[in-house]
DNA sequence: TTGACAAAGTAGCAAAAGTATACTATCATA
DNA sequence: TATGATAGTATACTTTTGCTACTTTGTCAA
C-alpha cells in the first residue's frame, strides 16, 4: 500500500471525536492583587456562572492562534505576553459532551486594558482559585495559571510584562511582592534586577516625596 | 430554554472535530546518557522514521488514563512517574488530517525495564531532539522533555524516579549530572540532598574499592 | 521660609548558601 | 602488605541573601 493509496483510505470520521477549546486566562495586577479577567456566562451549561473566555479550536487555526483570538474578541488587545498552561481532559468536565480544553494564561499591564464591558469583569485570582462555583474546572486552571506565575516570576521576567513599557522601580517591586505573595527587601530587589533594565531620564512628579526614576526593560542579550 | 431543551438541541456533529493523540516519551538513564523509547513506524504516514509511542484518546478515558496505557502497550510498566508536557497543535502537523498531540513524558530506572522489543528502541534523547529526521513533531516533544527534565531537576525530587528504590549516593549523583549535563562537587550535591534520602545498612559489595552505602527515598512531609 | 512628613534611593554588615579543594577510609588485587 | 580506585568527610573561600540604618528630594502646612 502506498502513501497516498492509504491517505484515500483513511477515513476520520471512523472513530469519534473529542471537541477541542482553549480557554485562556488573562491576568493582570489590579488593586493590589493578582486579577483574571471571567465572563458570566450567558448560556448552558452553566448558565449564570463565571468562565473563562474559550473559544472551539478551528480547523485551520493554531492553538496559540485560537489562544490569541479569544483574548482579542474579549479585550480587543494583540501581542500580548501568552503561554500554554496544561491541557483538561476528564470526560465528565463538560456536561454536553466530550471536550478537551487546552489552557493558556495571558499577562497585561492594568494600564493597558480598557474597562471590562458586558459579561466579561475582573475578579481576585486566589478568589477564584478557592471558589467552588466556578463553571467547569475553570477553577482549577486559573489556580494553575497562578503557580505557574508565582514559580516563573523567579528565573524568567514574566514581571514586566505587567507594567507599562517605563515604569518605576517601587512600581516593579509591588508586582513581584504581588506575585510571590511576599514582601521583598528593597535594597535587594534592586540588586536583582539591575542587570534587566535601563534608566530613563524621566522622573514621576507630584507626589508628597521624592520622585522616582522611570525605567525600561532591557532587551535580552541573545546567547 | 431549559438545560435540557439545550443538551437535548446540541448537535455536537454540526462542528469539525480534531482527532486527539496522547503522544509520551519515556526516559531513562542507560550507557551514561538520557535516553528515550522510540517506535520505529511500520505504516504510513512516516513510515521507517522514528515516533514517540501514542494513542488516540479514546471517548471515556482522561488523558492521564491515554498516557498510562500507551506506556503499559510499550512497556508492560504501571505506575511509573508521569507528567504532562505540552499540547501540540498545528495544523500542519499530521499529513492525513488535523491531529492536536497532547504529550507527556515518564521516567523509569533503567534496572526496571525489559529490553525493548519488535519495532521499540532506547535513542540517546539529544540525538533525537536535534534530528531533522523523527516522525511528525516528535523530535521537539522530547526536546520539550528533555527541557522540563532539566528545569524540574533543580526544584523537585524527579531524579529519584530514574533510580531503583535502594541506592548509592554515586548512582545517584551520575543521574543528577546526566540530567544537569555537568559534574558536581561530591560533598556539596551530599550536603544538598541529605534531607531527601535515609540510609539502609546495606552496602554494595565486590568492587575493588570502599564500599557504598545504599539509600532510600526520604517520605515527603505533608505541608 | 522652614520644619515635618513621606517615600525614593544608597551603604554596609552578618548570616546563609554555594563553590572548590584537600583530606581520610575501605575494599580487591597483586 | 603495598597499591590503586572509589567512597566518604572536613574545611576554607566566595557569593548571595536577609536585614538595618542612613541620606535624598519632593509636597504641604505653619
Not at 52 to 58: A, D, I, N, S, T
Not at 79 to 104: A, F
Not at 196 to 211: E, F, M, V
Amino acid at each position: 500500500m502506498t502513501e497516498s493509496e492509504f491517505l484515500r483510505r483513511y477515513r476520520s470520521s471512523d472513530y469519534p471525536k473529542p471537541s477541542v477549546t482553549v480557554d485562556t486566562a488573562l491576568f493582570t495586577v489590579r488593586d493590589n492583587a493578582l486579577q483574571v479577567l471571567m465572563i458570566r456566562r450567558q448560556e448552558h451549561p452553566f448558565q449564570g456562572k463565571l468562565s473563562l473566555p474559550g473559544v472551539f479550536v478551528g480547523m485551520a487555526e493554531t492553538l496559540d492562534e485560537a489562544a490569541a483570538r479569544a483574548l482579542y474578541s474579549k479585550t480587543g488587545l494583540r501581542d500580548i505576553y501568552t503561554e500554554q498552561l496544561y491541557t483538561w481532559g476528564s470526560p465528565e468536565r463538560d456536561p454536553r459532551m466530550r471536550v478537551i480544553s487546552v489552557s493558556y494564561y495571558a499577562l497585561v499591564p492594568e494600564q493597558s486594558l480598557a474597562p471590562p464591558e458586558g459579561p466579561a469583569l475582573f475578579c481576585p485570582a486566589a478568589e477564584i482559585a478557592a471558589s467552588g462555583d466556578i463553571a467547569f474546572d475553570h477553577s482549577r486552571i486559573v489556580a494553575c495559571g497562578i503557580e505557574r506565575i508565582r514559580n516563573k516570576v523567579n528565573y524568567t521576567d514574566i514581571a514586566f510584562s505587567l507594567v507599562d513599557e517605563e515604569f518605576t522601580l517601587p512600581e516593579l517591586q509591588r508586582i513581584y511582592e504581588i506575585l510571590l505573595g511576599q514582601k521583598l527587601y528593597k535594597a535587594n530587589f534592586r540588586k536583582k534586577i539591575a542587570e534587566k533594565i535601563i534608566p530613563t531620564d524621566h522622573y514621576t512628579s507630584g507626589a508628597p516625596h521624592r520622585p522616582s526614576r522611570m525605567y525600561r526593560k532591557r532587551p535580552e542579550t541573545a546567547g
